[in-house]
């Protein structure tokens, strides 16, 4: 039997780079699953729009700053810019507690009303993705700075934030 | 950073307890699976034993029985076949039969395996707890699982039932995004795409359909979490009266619920049969020493039920009121899914034609195999066509269905496997005779059990009932019950003897060489027991296809390995 | 290996094999299915006595095909000409693509869309309207009364034993609403539109005899209808599993001629 010989090597995408592709097409896939419960709940008859508390906007900025810092942190290998990008993460997401809080002392609760039940919802489980870039961070500052792959989750996860701000402001 | 060649691990808690090396997880996926496979064949037979006593003398009370019924689901599904097939043999076999050392991210590797040990005490553990285990079908849909009110089990059972599987996908999610990284980027040199083994393909197509359909499972589990513990109302309207008072919730939609529950649920059967039916080309071109037949056509087929397998949920809800346009949409998108699985099933029986048949006990599962995806695959068509689904819906010709898909094909593509590539992880042959009388008693009686279950919906048997006695319209069907009864204890009694033989074989098996079985893929091409590292100091190459039988050959010389 | 044992074994498996083509196919022949009473069940046999013919006929041919073959490649000789070139490969999965599309959608289409008509298409005009309400674990059933209006029910009003339904009697048309526990009763012969509700969970309005089965989903109205075509009594049960009491939640249909249907709903009481 002869041996079918192959010529080529196929070209190889870095495995790291395979599984943040993958991971994103996952969250991609969740936060798809939201919107579809969204919409159909949107469409009942009852439902009632509920203003968003506005430190929403101030941490929304925030997170698009943090977006250019990362940029900076890994095109420059920076510790710094990580650094002030982990900070201004964990600044994002405090900010987000705080408007939590401010939903719950004006009398909306997480059950009180459907708009806000997906506000409470969304925020938190987008934080909670956040919460694992802020993790990614600290862990590449033991040895360097930020990849480029947590800047590209980081960029992401900014993305999604903006996506539900969109969902859920409209 | 795809693999480190790392020197192997020195203590017992580095070589078998928190161990990086793809054989050790899988082995542990493996044998966790038979643990809990004994606690969902239990809670099989318990329902059967249920089912063949007197009304008046139950082994159990309804709400124990609906407990049973819940968690053995459950368990099978997600603890036990795709522990055991996705989990345990594709970490056992990807690295293998690539060519390649490790996966991509053996941390990664280990800690999937570590974040299904505590969802099986919280499964397990569900059953202690007040108000029992999750009562609402592994199906968990709500109000019946969003409300304590509604059933015991769905108090603290159904939140443990929620964080189990929370666990569990996060588990399978680290787990495939580890075997897509590994398929894409550590294939050996020389190796095309085209060029892997089928069980590898449906290992791939495994792990993309569970990485994006899982997400919808989460978003449900998330919202069914927030609607029983935050007062939310994402899945119950108003107007729910429980003890004459109306419960406070509402705008919600149960429906929601479903159409997310089944966005994952059906791409989820394929995941878990899909290993299957790649294993049992590999198996059957070893033993007819010949390449499957097909194997371009297999690819294409096993991608096309991979994409078709998303978009034909609904056909699991033709009678929940959603609209039955929409329901008919369904029923012709999901019937077209017969095609690649007849090419798939005509490809496995064509594998066989002008071979060589050696009939040895993987040989016996993997012919088996090609016989339930008939009676499994036909009996869906009853179920796809939406007109006749009315019939059938809830009955026992819906369980008898996917047990034959999801529970029998599976099981026989474990059991193949384990046969088959035993000797791969231990250099021992499992013993010969212990594996027919395995086979023997097990095939038949298990496929029996749920053809009769087919019977049984037929006359129009409804299923997770506690008690069927004071109906009568499925008279002719219950008679066929305790036949199923003695049947399963068949079964249940036979495993042990499969048990039996695996652990002793370990130590006592008869010592194999390198290549028992003469075969062509890359994990033969290293030694058997298989050493950390897969293969020594050099890695193989891909030299050839990884099927170059030739049964115009006298054994012994007729494969040409896929290294040489 | 020796070849005379394996092509013993190849035999007997070849046998096995084709046995249980044979074995399955005809248990499916056998008749399962209970009597049929109403219109469109007819219906629904007919798209699955063609799928027995269908599928039945290509299972025997696949198991024929796969004991055939078993016996025959038992032997251990010399095969000449496995491998075939992809194009061959490609041209025999024409067959059974073309074979199962034909098959499957010719049973959707063809077959069952007819029948999909009967239950989810537009009632007549004369046809007789009732609400059945599901919860743990009993079913409501009730009829619109004379005024042949639905009145006004409001959860809040529910009580197991006084009010079930939870009928508000500031509703007139709610003041002629009959309600019955368990008991569908209807006449021969004519289209009856059932609208279904739930007070709790899911549950699935079941009538096997007449094969009908429709969800009822709280915070929503389904409807399905059907005609039934034999007087008699015919089971009601659940089919979505609902609680500890999912298994005995039974009622039943009684059918009656046209004249004695009109002279029970005369002699029939309002609840309120």
Known sequence: MEATIVTSEPRRIPAAQIILVVFMGTVTMLFAGFTAAYMIRRAGSDWTHI?????????????????????????????????????LGAVFLLGQIMAWRQLTSAGLGLGANAHGSFFYMLSAVHGLHLVGGVCAMIYALRKGSASRLIATYWHFMGGVWLYVLLLLAV | MAIEEHHGPQSFISKYVFSF?????????????????????????????????????????????????????????????????????????????????????????????????????????????????????????????????????????????????????????????????????????????????????????????????????????????????????????????????????????????????WFLGHPEVYVLVLPAIGMAFDIIATFARRPPFGYRMSVYSLLSVGVLSMVVWGHHMFITGMNPYVGEYFSIATVIITAPFAVLGLNMIASIW???????????????????????????????????????????FVVGHFHLMIGVVTLMGTFGGIYYWFPKLFGRMMNETLGKVHFWLTFPAIYTIFILMHFQGLSGLLRRYADHSIYGFAEVGKTLAPTITYLTFVVAGTQFIFLFNFFVSIWRGKVAGDNPWEATTLEWAGPSPAPHGNYGPTLPEAKRGPYEYDPAQEAGNDFAPQAS | MASGKSRGFGLFFAIVTVAIGVAVAWGFSRGWLPEVASEHGKGVDGVIHYLMWSTGVLFLVGHLALGYFIFKYSKDQAQANAAVSHRTEAKAAIAPVLAMMAVSEIGVLVVGLPVFDEIYGEAPADAITIEVVGKQFEWLVRYAGPDGVFGKVDPKLVHDSRNPLGLDKKDPAAKDDIVKRGVVTIPVDKTCVVNLRSHDVIHSFTVPFFRTKQDTLPGFTARTKFVPTKEGQFELACAELCGLGHYRMQGKVVVMNNEDYEKWLSEQESWL
């Open chain 2, 21 to 261: 090396d793809h054989k050790v997880i899988g082995l542990q996926y493996l044998i966790t699976a038979m643990f809990m496979g004994l606690f969902g064949g239990g809670l099989a037979v318990l329902m059967r034993i249920q089912l063949a006593s007197s009304p008046d003398d139950p082994l159990v009370a309804p709400e124990t029985y609906i407990s049973l019924v819940t968690m053995h689901g459950t368990i099978m599904v997600f603890f036990v076949v795709s522990l055991a097939l996705v989990s345990g043999f594709g970490n056992i076999l990807i690295p293998l039969m690539l060519g390649a050392r490790d996966m991509a991210y053996p941390f990664l590797n280990m800690l999937s395996y570590w974040t299904i040990v505590p969802a099986c005490f919280l499964v397990l553990g569900s059953f202690l707890v007040e108000g029992g285990a999750a009562a609402a079908g592994w199906t968990a849909y709500p109000p019946l699982s969003a409300l304590p009110e509604a059933v015991p089990g769905s108090g603290l059972g159904q939140t443990l039932w929620l964080a189990a599987m929370t666990l569990f996908i996060a588990s399978f999610t680290m787990g495939g995004l580890n075997y897509i990284a590994t398929i894409l980027n550590c294939r050996a040199k020389g190796m095309r795409l085209m060029d892997m083994p089928l069980t590898v393909w449906t290992y791939f197509l495994s792990a993309i359909l569970g990485t994006l359909s899982f997400p919808a499972l989460t978003a449900a589990a998330i919202m069914l979490m927030l609607d029983r513990h935050g007062g939310t109302s994402f899945f119950l309207p108003a107007g729910l009266v429980f003890g004459n008072e109306e419960l406070p919730h509402e705008g919600g939609t149960p429906l929601l619920f479903q159409h997310l529950f």
């Open chain 2, 354 to 396: 002008r071979g060589r048949i050696r009939f040895r006990v993987p040989m016996l599962f993997a012919l088996g195999i090609i016989m339930v995806i008939g009676a499994g695959g036909f009996g869906g068509i009853y179920l796809a066509t939406s007109v006749s689904d009315i019939y059938f819906h809830d009955s026992y």
């Open chain 1, 51 to 87: 203003p968003l508390p506005g430190v929403v906007w101030i941490n929304t900025a925030i997170l698009i700053v943090s977006s250019v810092t990362i940029e900076f942190a890994w095109r420059r290998r920076s510790q710094r810019w990580t650094a002030l990008s982990l900070i």
